[in-house]
T-cell receptor, first 113, second 108 residues
């Protein structure tokens, strides 16, 4: 069974540009979560999507947004990139909502120059 | 601000010893707790989860939860050099809150 897949593996952008990161959950999982892990910092919760709806949002500005498609895959968009957005972005999925076990993808490393 | 606190380490233990990793959480409404292992440059992988007070054992790993003290721990028995990684504690209320992780070093 395939795990959570993320693309691209690496993404290099310049300040002010937009970045789009993609995630496909484990088959049968309906919830998708996005996290940011900046160097030396812990995982910070960004967004949670379930059944196509945004269920919860972390303490990030509105330029971080996303969506979930009918096939439960998800997209994270970061607009007006800033240098401090450089981080590893991790996607996770779970079979149920809320406190169910979350399984992580390999991540997308975003570098903003 | 809901928080999960961990000692950043590094925690150094000899091969074969018991490694004890600790975590406290601030939100008494936290319902479920998770331990993830993260190797450098890799994504987190689930080691243990625990929902109820007490101990839960899985192979060399034991998770302990004390909701009254808001304390979660992970014991690793017979530590191996391959256990050297950062261990992330997480607590769930309306979202999963992670600690910053404890770096474990197991030396031969």
């Amino acid at each position: 069974e395939a795990g959570v897949t993320q693309s691209p593996t690496h993404l290099i952008k310049t300040r002010g540009q937009q970045a789009t990161l993609r995630c496909s959950p484990i088959s049968g999982h309906t919830s998708v979560y996005w996290y940011q892990q900046a160097l030396g910092l812990g995982l910070q919760f960004l967004l949670w999507y379930d059944e196509g709806e945004e269920r919860n949002r972390g303490n990030f500005p509105p330029r971080f947004s996303g969506r979930q498609f009918p096939n439960y895959s998800s997209e994270l968009n970061v607009n007006a990139l800033e240098l401090e957005d450089s981080a590893l972005y991790l996607c996770a999925s779970s079979a149920g909502t809320g406190g169910d076990i979350q399984y992580f993808g390999a991540g997308t490393r975003l570098s903003v120059l | 601000q809901k928080e999960v606190e961990q000692n950043s380490g590094p925690l150094s233990v000899p091969e074969g010893a018991i490694a004890s990793l600790n975590c406290t959480y601030s939100d008494r409404g936290s319902q479920s707790f998770f331990w993830y292992r993260q190797y450098s440059g890799k994504s987190p992988e689930l080691i243990m989860f625990i929902y109820s007070n007490g101990d839960k054992e899985d192979g060399r790993f034991t998770a302990q939860l004390n909701k009254a003290s808001q304390y979660v721990s992970l014991l690793i028995r017979d530590s191996q050099p391959s256990d050297s990684a950062t261990y992330l504690c997480a607590a769930y209320t309306d979202k999963l809150i992670f600690g910053t992780g404890t770096r474990l070093q197991v030396f031969p």
